[in-house]
């Protein structure tokens, strides 16, 4: 057992007297936090977690023995794209399938996100987005704002999301030129407002003009398969506008979180930008840990084509050390899944393939698998970048990311050491393929409460779409 702390868990004393009726008590389970361990049980009522203690005094009306599981908060995937319209496809999870799959995998609650179309305001990309996942999620969700139009009527929305809407986090493109990306100009003035209202600043760090250049060059010299994706993406590209990023958001003082970083000099970057006293919160995904670019040498290669590519094994090395070093703050997904037959409209060039992979049910479990079991995080290190930082990052904590009193009892109870293998056949993910296929993991989620609902078990999913909130936002925080 870890020497962490254990006071924060704020067990209580079991000689107490009766502390609850009614509810539902997990118990004997090893509770992980970011910053505690223990044995304990855990007391709900309602959606809330009521108390925390050893040998509880409750008369609960359901009981769920988790001796020799570890019980984790929630998982929380700050970086997911459901139903969303790209590259002439709709990425093929809608918030039904793609939350549920998520609640199958251990993660409770996703952040989507929502895009302006260039010329539009943000209330009518709100009013879109809402069409599509009002009463249709099973888990919890909330959204980012993808702002790619910044001007003077754009300017005027960002009080109202972020103080009417609970949206407290705007997502900018440095790259997709003429459909998502802003230039630096458009890009200080959103920091300079977004700022000025409390809220926080997402990028997709990669330099939209190189790429393009590069690109085009490949097509002319007639390189058109999937591997060409990757070259016409080098590092650089990526370094260099996360370096631009940094160094803007350290200009205007406006928080800044940079997605889906893959490489060491990206990162490198952001260390840097630490020498200044400058936090830029930085989030990976776990193919970026766990993958790398030679996949795009095979015939399917295509089922790897995502923004940015899969990198080398110097760059899983520099992600993994980036974690323990605090400068890897959140590992997510990015989970945009197509079907084999819209990744085949790029069949004969690379950038007709719709960008994205499927991830949401994995990244828990392979998270653990990868990085606990083989011993390159702890266990509150794994809370911490899964859970509780995009909770703190993202303006809901403490009422989600923990196991505390007070908290929603979103709860995730796992066997470490149940191994099994992914799969297309068994996921439950609306994609016919896996970016894993026959990848074995140690370690399966179990049992997941969702608000104090048993929503998972015994590999079912007991709750229908619905029942997944809409989590209202407060203002981030500039330092964790
Ligand atoms: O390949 C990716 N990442 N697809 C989704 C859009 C984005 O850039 O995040
Ligand atoms: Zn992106
Ligand atoms: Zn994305």
Redesign the pocket.
Known sequence: MSDKKQSDLKVEDSKAPLAGVGGLLIKNGRIITADADQLADIYIEGEIIKTIGKNLNVKADKEIDAAGKLVFPGGIDPHV?LEMP?MGAFSSDNYETGTRAALFGGTTMVIDFILQKQGNSLRSALEEWKSRSDNNCVGDYSFHMAVTDFNENTKKEIREMIEVEGITSFKTFMAYKGVFMIDDRQMIGLMNEVKKHGGLINV?ATNGDMIDYLIDKHKAEGKLSPLYHYLSQPEITEAEASGRFTDMANYTGCPGYI??LTCEGALNAVRNATRRNQKVFVETCIQYLILDASLYEKEDGAKWV??PPLREKKDQATLWAGINQGLVNVVAT?H?PFNWEKKLLGKDDFSKIP??HPAIENRMELLYSEGVAKNKITLNKYVEVACTNPAKIFGMFPQKGTIAVGSDADIVIFDPKEKHTLSAKTHHMNVDYSGYEGWEVTGKVKTVLLRGKVAIENNHCNIDKGYGKFIKRKKVADKI
Do not use: E, I, P, T
Request: with cysteine.
């Open positions: 794209h790209f997709h997605v889906h995502m923004s990015d945009c960008n994205g």
